[in-house]
């Protein structure tokens, strides 16, 4: 089969030679999709965090593997005063960053590189703010720009952030993949050079791997970084093959020509769970998949005409078609596994009702839509064409015409964070188990300029909520602020939940050491694999 072609050829170049060295264990990953970009700040997409923030980066404090517990990372250990306003963080010694042909840097890693992490983010003014033209969605959507007053260097190995208020999301916020650590030094080589977009193309982490070649919708390769400073890899080779039919990834999995695949399709994932060599994890109840009402589009930014699309769409028939069982029906944006989370989102299957309400808001035969669909298979939404078709069909019962429209995924986000779309299906995976993540990512007012609220809704008592949630610590209060808040969102309907889905990732069982993260990410730091 000529798709099985590149990833046969690559298997040969394993044995390629680097620094002298043979390297004999290589491991492919049959990913989905190709990454928008290797520079975790200003990328969004699963597949970019997978393929540049969990290879080539760390955080200052990360995710203890399989948890949702934060741990050391870059920071070997962190202080936080009486009033919970102050974080001092104490950074490891002797981390160095990678090398590649067009940077080799003079010195390891130190409180540089946090503050130019944090600050080209945060600070509007800072030199490299403006590079690629980023809008650090993820920043700007989930309020650190407002929740830090400042960052300080106190010396080359510690660095201190005082909050405006004490805030208990802060923590697991800085162990997500847009806030991996960056190298200033390259960043401003980059620059002076004339060159800053290699920062982006050719990263430079302090990982477990090196980026060593990237073939767009075809492969990524990695090294193994022999100085990494948690331990050298135990596998010399990681191998991302780019495979965005999952039917592929089945195939592939299967004749061993990867050893671990993105999720397939339910059915798929069910008869790989009888393959002897080949184990089935599954993960539920940590993502999102919705239709997006772009506000700022009429006659979208009438709530009847939301209330009515959304209780057009028959939600159950497409968990059994598209998730093809494997997955629920969502009461909400917040995942069922997380506190506050509700059963009720308010749009049960109701046509008749749909369109008394576009009769009622005057477009009883006149509406007209563009439905924007994604190219690829993400975990939240296994077969997004598949849904469009559904929702397409759905919304002619009611009178209303549709034309699906789509592009090549990196494309695709880039024009719905500038709100070109009408309607749109999207969707995420938890980076943290918290509502807060999932909430302030897709709806927040900040989202709404940092481009990741594709509804462009902005509702200041809901932002008010927001707010709460964050300074609150209490559990059962947090659970009642984020139940207040899914109460608004019940009534202003900006995106209509469809399905969380369970998520299955298949693993040959040479694979040695793999540990199934709770958020559906990959990590290939710690595996190994037997011949």
């Keep these: 089969m000529k798709s099985l072609g590149i990833l046969r050829t690559a298997l040969v170049a394993s044995t390629i030679l680097l620094s002298g060295q043979a390297y004999a264990k290589t491991l492919v990953y049959c990913s989905e999709a190709s990454p928008e970009t290797f520079n975790p700040m200003i990328g969004t997409a699963d597949s970019t965090m997978d393929a540049a923030a969990k290879t080539i980066f760390n955080r200052l404090v990360e995710f203890k593997p399989g948890s949702t517990e934060v741990g050391p990372g870059l920071a070997e250990k962190w202080d936080v005063s009486e009033d919970g306003k102050v974080y001092t963080f104490h950074l490891r010694h002797g981390v160095k960053f990678h090398a590649n042909e067009t940077f080799t840097p003079t010195r390891e ?3 540089d590189d946090v503050l130019y992490t944090f600050d080209r983010q945060r600070d509007a003014d800072n030199p490299y703010h403006k590079l690629a033209n980023a809008a650090y969605e993820y920043f700007n959507a989930l309020g650190l720009g407002s929740m830090i007053e400042k960052i300080e260097k106190i010396d080359d190995y510690t660095v201190r952030f005082t909050l405006n208020a004490p805030n208990v999301t802060f923590l697991p916020g800085i162990a997500l993949d847009y806030l991996s650590i960056l190298s200033a030094e390259q960043t401003e080589k980059m620059v002076a050079a004339g060159t800053p977009g290699l920062i982006d193309q050719m990263p430079v982490g302090t990982g477990p791997f090196m980026l060593q070649a990237y073939q767009q919708d075809a492969q990524i390769r990695y090294a193994a970084n022999k100085d990494y400073w948690n331990g050298a890899p135990k596998i010399d080779t990681l191998v991302f093959a780019i495979t965005p039919e999952p039917t592929i990834r089945v195939e592939r999995i299967k004749a061993n020509e990867c050893q671990v695949a993105a999720p397939p399709p339910a059915a798929a994932a069910a008869a790989l769970k009888g393959d002897p ?27 009847r005409v939301r209330t009515a699309l959304a209780k057009a769409v028959n939600r159950e028939a497409i968990i059994e078609s598209v998730y093809q069982g494997a997955g629920s029906v969502a009461g909400s944006v917040v995942p069922p596994a997380q506190i506050g989370a509700v059963k009720d989102a308010g749009i049960d299957y109701d046509p008749e009702g749909a369109k008394a309400l576009l009769k009622e808001a005057g477009h009883e035969a006149d509406l007209s839509v563009k439905l924007w669909a994604m190219p690829v298979s993400r975990p939240y939404n296994p077969n997004a064409r598949r849904m469009a078709e559904m929702i397409q069909a759905d919304w002619a ?6 034309e699906i429209v789509t592009f090549e995924w990196g494309e695709y986000l880039a024009r719905t964070a500038k709100g070109e779309h009408d309607a749109l299906l999207i969707g995420g995976s938890s980076d943290n188990g918290d509502p807060d993540n999932m909430l302030s990512y897709l709806l927040s007012c900040d989202g709404v300029a940092g481009g990741s609220n594709r509804s462009r809704w902005c509702n200041q008592d809901f932002e008010k909520l927001l707010q709460q949630g964050r ?16 109460a608004i969102l019940k009534a202003e309907v900006p995106l209509a939940p469809i399905g969380h889905s369970v998520v299955s990732i298949p693993v040959r069982k040479s694979v040695i050491n793999y540990v199934l993260d709770p958020f559906g990410r990959q990590n290939f730091a710690s595996v190994d694999i037997t011949e």
């Excluded at 609150?472 to 984020?482: E, M, N, Q, W």
């Design 109 to 111: 890693f130190n409180a």
């Design 277 to 303: 060599n080949i184990t089935v994890h599954n993960l539920e109840g940590q993502n999102i998949g919705v239709v997006g009402f772009n506000v700022e589009h009429q006659p979208l930014g009438d709530v």
């Design 397 to 402: 019962a009611v009178g209303v015409k549709t």
């Design 471 to 486: 300074v609150t610590a209490d559990p059962a209060k947090r659970a009642d602020i984020y139940k207040q808040a899914q």
